[in-house]
């Protein structure tokens, strides 16, 4: 198992787990990150942001997942937790954990809190959140795009 950060190679890869999850879970709607526009060159959409990175994590030579980090609101210091998604062979073998991490880590070195949306509907996602110390949120920040998502959570960095 590799955790690095995503090449050009990896968007068609990484694209399909997460539009495939959603689908799965009949998210395919409007206000999900399926209709996001940088979805198709996540590599370049990473790229062209400052303090911002997405790693895919690679089994057997294989995509199976990733996570992102990019700013939310700069002058508040607070990025958003961004498609931490795993494809079905790679559930429950501990990798969203190690993703968490690593981009946990990174967040710390550049952001006083993280921020992230979600949906209550993902019941091990929100556990997981929950577990790395995010709180969950009455409302979504200001500047929330995925309109679908019904669950927000923020977690102070650097504590």
């Known amino acids: 198992m590799i955790i690095r950060e995503i090449t050009q190679q990896d968007n ?17 709607i409007p206000g999900t990150a ?7 060159d996540l590599h370049q959409y990473y790229n062209n942001l400052s303090q911002a990175k997405y790693w895919i994590v690679e089994r057997d030579g294989e995509v199976v997942g990733g996570v992102g980090i990019a700013p939310f609101d700069e002058q508040a210091k607070i990025c958003e937790l ?24 990174y967040a ?25 110390g995010f709180t969950l949120l009455t409302e979504p920040l200001v500047g929330s795009e995925h309109s679908a998502m019904n669950a927000w959570y923020l977690k102070p960095l650097n504590q």
Request: hydrophobic letters at 45%.
């Open 82 to 105: 961004q498609k931490l998604y795993l494809s079905p062979q790679a559930q429950g073998l501990g990798l969203a954990n190690q993703l968490m991490e690593t981009a946990l880590a």
């Open 34 to 40: 399926y209709f996001d526009p940088q979805l198709a």
């Open 108 to 132: 710390a070195d550049h952001y006083a809190a993280c921020y992230l949306e979600t949906t209550h509907e993902l019941e091990a996602a929100c556990r997981l959140y929950e577990k790395f």
């Open 12 to 28: 068609a890869a990484i694209k399909k787990i997460i539009q495939d999850s959603l689908s799965s879970l009949g998210l395919v």
